[in-house]
């Protein structure tokens, strides 16, 4: 099995067509961008990436991260639903990391029902740990509620100490709210 990440190139529609279509379908209106904002962010910001992953040369998920010198921060991760259950998350995960030379973050649900716990329980499996303290997504723009997600680490993240930094590096950079201002 051939398996690789392709930064999403807007002149491909084929591969276009199939980032949108996973990117609407996977996420809450309130958790995600207007896919165009997306497209544009990813041409005009040096830390926003927007890949997709592929497994023997056709594209099974999508992967968005902004990366800084000590902080990579995994925006959006989904695998294509005629994909799911073949360890191909697992594996892009864990490859994902393990080729970063600092920690990674995300965020995930709350642990309310079947689905976000078996989510849950993948990220805990790939190494992931949650904060304990009280985490809240600020909008992504006019019209969009903040939701109550969980904050994760991959890697050397002590929350007691680096929970504050880097929540306000996720509000100002990826969401562009004033640091403090959702609590």
């Known amino acids: 099995m051939d398996f690789c990440f392709r930064r999403l190139s807007s002149a ?7 980032a949108e279509m996973l990117y609407v379908g996977a996420f809450p209106p309130d ?13 005009r910001s040096p830390h926003f990436h927007f ?16 990366s800084w010198w000590h902080l990579r921060y995994i925006e959006h991760f989904a695998v294509a639903p005629d994909c799911r259950g ?17 920690p990674v973050v995300l965020e995930a649900e709350l ?3 079947e689905v976000s716990c078996r989510r ?27 939701v109550e997600l969980l904050l ?14 880097v929540r306000d590096l ?8 004033e640091a403090g201002r959702y609590r």
Not at 34 to 43: N, T
Not at 51 to 66: K, N
Not at 89 to 100: D, K, M, V
């Open 51 to 66: 890949t997709l992953f592929y497994e023997d040369a056709e594209p099974v998920g999508i992967l968005s991260y902004w």
């Open 120 to 146: 849950i329980a993948f990220y805990r499996r790939a190494g992931f740990t949650a904060a304990p303290q009280r985490y809240v997504q600020p909008p992504y723009g006019v019209g969009k509620m903040l």
């Open 170 to 177: 996720l509000h100002t950079e990826v969401y562009g709210v």
């Open 111 to 113: 642990q309310t029902d």
């Open 152 to 165: 994760l680490s991959w890697g050397d993240v002590d929350w007691s100490h680096d929970f504050e930094a």
């Open 12 to 18: 491909d529609e084929r591969t276009l067509a199939f």
């Open 86 to 102: 073949r360890g191909i998350g697992s594996q892009a995960l864990e490859r994902f990391c393990r080729s970063a030379a600092t």
């Open 31 to 43: 958790e995600r961008r207007d896919f165009s904002a997306m497209l544009s962010l990813a041409e």
